[in-house]
């Protein structure tokens, strides 16, 4: 037997239980919670690393507690290109959103573009809808329940300082963000990360990927520990794509 072959063994079988304990885990968390009101969605965190592939997808463990999770190839290339064509024309300076969601601010700290695909006829490209039902399955919500696709576009320079994707203070019908499932439409430099400061975790941008958190403890408490920031490039245009689930039904 060559050298090292056991201790190489035991070292991938001794991680390998590490990663299906964190997995348990989670997966026990989100099974104690109680029952969702009103067709309410709750984040199933444990649910999304631990009952295998959804969309035709494995997830890549990013960090255990809380779970991130990266989906590669969430989009193929040509989906990519169409959204981002989609939204070019309709980027307007991206705003900040005030305690209630309603209230919407220009902030330093936000100083990239956005474009929502929320009317005709972008709302109804088959771009977009198969993107939203794709979404759909990995999460494993319905549609209604997810807000309308929002592409975001950071030119050298510009970024998102850090910062939470749920509302402090909600008092809409749809309730909280659940999650976030923020895909990048294409690739861009390493410094132009998604970054959790609180985690040690930045995510490098590669074209269609995926990149899944939950904004939300089981309690449905907002997780601290989900802030997360923007990182600019230094050259070049980075595009990513902002696909949020909320606690019920969104109106559109």
Same mark, same amino acid.
């Given at each position: 037997?060559?050298?090292?072959?056991?201790?190489?063994?035991?070292?991938?079988?001794?991680?390998?239980?590490?990663?299906?304990?964190?997995?348990?885990?989670?997966?026990?968390?989100?099974? /104690?919670?109680?029952?969702?009101?009103?067709?309410?969605?709750?984040?199933?965190?444990?649910?999304?690393?631990? $009952?295998?592939?959804?969309?035709?997808?494995?997830?890549?463990?990013?960090?255990?507690?809380?779970?991130?999770?990266?989906?590669?190839?969430?989009?193929?290339?040509?989906?990519? $290109? /169409?959204?981002?064509?989609?939204?070019?024309?309709?980027?307007?300076?991206?705003?900040?959103?005030?305690?209630?969601?309603?209230?919407?601010?220009?902030?330093?700290?936000?100083?990239?573009?956005?474009?929502?695909?929320?009317?005709?006829?972008?709302?109804?490209?088959?771009?977009?809808?198969?993107?939203?039902?794709?979404?759909?399955?990995?999460?494993?919500?319905?549609?209604?329940?997810?807000?309308?696709?929002?592409?975001?576009? &950071?030119?050298?320079?510009?970024?998102?300082?850090?910062?939470?994707?749920?509302?402090?203070?909600?008092?809409?019908?749809?309730?909280?963000?659940?999650?976030?499932?923020?895909? &990048?439409?294409?690739?861009?430099?390493?410094?132009?990360?998604?970054?959790?400061?609180?985690?040690?975790?930045?995510?490098?941008? /590669?074209?269609?990927?995926?990149? &899944?958190?939950?904004?939300?403890?089981?309690?449905?408490?907002?997780?601290?520990?989900?802030?997360?920031?923007?990182?600019?490039?230094?050259?070049?245009?980075?595009?990513?794509?902002?696909?949020?689930?909320?606690?019920?039904? &969104?109106? /559109?």
């Amino acid at each position: 037997m060559p050298a090292g072959t056991v201790p190489a063994r035991a070292a991938l079988a001794l991680g390998l239980a590490g990663v299906v304990l964190v997995l348990a885990a989670a997966a026990a968390a989100a099974r /104690r919670r109680a029952p969702a009101a009103d067709g309410a969605v709750f984040c199933d965190a444990g649910g999304v690393l631990s $009952r295998g592939p959804r969309a035709g997808m494995s997830p890549r463990l990013l960090h255990a507690a809380p779970p991130v999770a990266a989906f590669d190839d969430f989009l193929d290339g040509a989906t990519c $290109r /169409r959204l981002i064509a989609l939204a070019e024309p309709r980027f307007e300076r991206s705003h900040v959103e005030g305690r209630a969601h309603a209230e919407r601010t220009v902030s330093d700290e936000r100083t990239s573009d956005s474009a929502m695909l929320h009317e005709p006829p972008a709302s109804t490209d088959p771009a977009v809808l198969a993107t939203l039902e794709r979404a759909a399955r990995l999460l494993d919500a319905p549609v209604s329940h997810l807000e309308p696709l929002q592409v975001v576009r &950071y030119r050298p320079g510009q970024r998102f300082g850090v910062h939470h994707d749920s509302f402090a203070d909600v008092r809409l019908g749809e309730g909280q963000r659940v999650a976030t499932l923020f895909v &990048y439409l294409n690739d861009a430099q390493p410094e132009a990360a998604t970054e959790f400061p609180r985690l040690g975790l930045a995510v490098s941008p /590669r074209a269609g990927t995926a990149v &899944y958190w939950c904004n939300l403890r089981a309690d449905g408490a907002i997780d601290d520990r989900a802030q997360h920031a923007g990182r600019a490039p230094r050259g070049g245009v980075k595009y990513g794509l902002n696909v949020w689930l909320r606690e019920k039904p &969104y109106g /559109r």
